[in-house]
C-alpha cells in the first residue's frame, strides 16, 4: 500500500514537472490569430505585441532570455494574448478598419544583401520610430497603452507587465489627473 501512494505520488510529481516544461515557451500568435481569438473569447484581455525582425540580434536575445524566464512565459501566458509580430512581414494586416502591408514586399528579393522594408502596421503603431525589439501594450479594447524599445531584463520587463496586466496603469492616470486638476486652481 505505502508503495503504490509512493509510486502514485512520484507520478503526480514528475508529471506536473513535465507539463511545467511544456509551459516554458510563451503561446505566441499571429495577429490574425489573436483578432479570432478575441473574438471568441467572453472575456477580452490585454495584447502584447513583440516587435521584431529576422536580423534582429537582440530580439534572438530577448527570445533566449527573458522571454523563456518561467515567470515572464506564466504572466504573459495568463494575462495578454501574445502576439509575435515580424516588422518586416509580406502579410497584410487588418486594424481599426485600415489595411496595413509591406511598403515593398520584393524589395528583399531585389536586394538579397539588405534587410527588407518595414511594415506599415509596424510603423504605424512605433509612430514611425522603427527600432527592434519594440513591445506594444494594447488594452482590451485594442487601445494603445504604450510603446517600449530595446531589450529589457526579467525584471524590467516583469515590472512592465504587473504595471500594464494589473491595470496600475489607470490608477496612474487617475493620479496625474487629480495633481493636474488641483495644480490649475492655484
Known sequence: MKFHIKLTLVTLFI?????????NNINW?????????RASDSVKKKVFIDLYTNWCGWCKRMDATTFSDPVIVNYINKNFYSVK??????????FNNHNFYNSDPTY?????????????????????????????????????????QGYKQVDEMLGILLFFGNNQYKYYHNHLNSQWNSSKKL
Do not use: C
Open 29 to 37: 500568435i499571429s495577429w490574425d490569430a489573436m483578432i479570432q481569438k
Open 15 to 23: 508529471s506536473s514537472f513535465l507539463t511545467g516544461i511544456s509551459q
Open 108 to 148: 528583399k528579393k531585389s536586394n538579397p544583401n539588405s534587410r527588407g522594408k518595414a511594415h506599415w502596421f509596424a510603423h504605424s503603431i512605433l509612430d514611425g520610430k522603427l527600432s527592434y525589439p519594440s513591445y506594444v501594450l494594447l488594452d482590451e479594447n485594442l487601445i494603445r497603452l504604450m510603446v517600449y
Open 85 to 94: 509580430f515580424d516588422g518586416e512581414t509580406k502579410d497584410t494586416i487588418v
